[in-house]
């Protein structure tokens, strides 16, 4: 299966840190890649290859992989971070590309 | 610095074809050796791939829209564009285009979005 699967929400304490989670079979075998996204923007990439972070993008946020889940943690969280997040990957055949479900993460 | 451009039609009628233009700027399609994608989101909802073509034309889409979508590129005028044939209502939705670096790298600049409405 090449779904990925998110919890639609996580809260979070300014200055404490937030766990994403994105689960699916194709996981086991192909990258994930992490998106933040603003009401009326669009997204922005802010993990690729599950733990590289582009250029610009601030080193609170990190990524990790195991099995066939992987964790988008961002650390001392700020305001600004109030955002929905996706992940993606590929199929198993790397011929096509999937978002995952999508969660909410809302800075108390 | 890469920049990415979606123009087209606003409001497309029912059963018609959705067209739609990304203008890339500040890189060469021709030169670089990218896939260019464009994604959809339907109103309050989450992300959705609809495809890929690279300079050479080679493409890849959704299964779930391949039998509606088409994808190709004018390298002269560094566009790549999307056709969405038989639209319904369900097909309303913003539309971005996006860069790929390929390989599963992550769609590293997008553009802005454009709305379409699929509305009589």
């Known amino acids: 299966s090449s779904e990925l699967t998110q919890p639609p929400s996580v809260p979070v304490s300014p200055g404490q840190t937030a766990r994403i989670t994105c689960s699916g079979d194709?996981?086991?075998?192909?990258?994930a890649n992490w998106y933040q996204q603003k009401p009326g923007q669009a997204p922005m990439l802010v993990i690729y290859?599950?733990?590289e972070r582009p250029s610009g993008i601030p080193e609170r946020f990190s990524g990790s992989s195991s099995g066939t889940t992987v964790t988008l943690t961002i650390s001392g969280v700020q305001a600004e971070d109030e955002a929905d997040y996706y992940c993606?990957?590929?199929?198993?055949?790397?011929?096509?590309?999937?978002f995952g479900t999508g969660t909410k993460v809302t800075v108390l | 610095q890469v920049q990415l451009q979606e123009s087209g039609p606003g409001l497309v009628k029912p059963s018609r074809t959705l067209s739609l233009t990304c203008s890339v700027s500040?890189?060469?399609?021709?030169?670089?050796?990218?896939?260019w994608s464009w994604i959809r989101q339907h109103p309050g909802k989450g992300l959705e791939w609809i495809g890929y073509?690279?300079?050479?034309?080679?493409?890849y889409y959704n299964p779930s829209l391949k039998s509606r979508v088409v994808i190709s590129v004018d390298t002269s005028k560094n566009q790549f564009s999307l056709k969405v044939n038989s639209v319904t209502s369900a097909d309303t939705a913003v539309f971005y285009c996006?860069?790929?670096?390929?390989?599963?790298?992550?769609?590293?600049?997008w553009g802005r979005g454009t709305l379409v409405i699929v509305s009589s």
């Open positions: 996006a860069r790929d670096p390929g390989v599963n790298s992550g769609l590293d600049y």
């Open positions: 500040g890189g060469s399609i021709s030169s670089d050796n990218y896939y």
């Open positions: 073509i690279n300079r050479s034309g080679n493409t």
């Open positions: 194709a996981l086991a075998k192909k990258y």
């Open positions: 290859k599950d733990t």
């Open positions: 993606q990957s590929a199929d198993s055949s790397a011929t096509f590309y999937v």
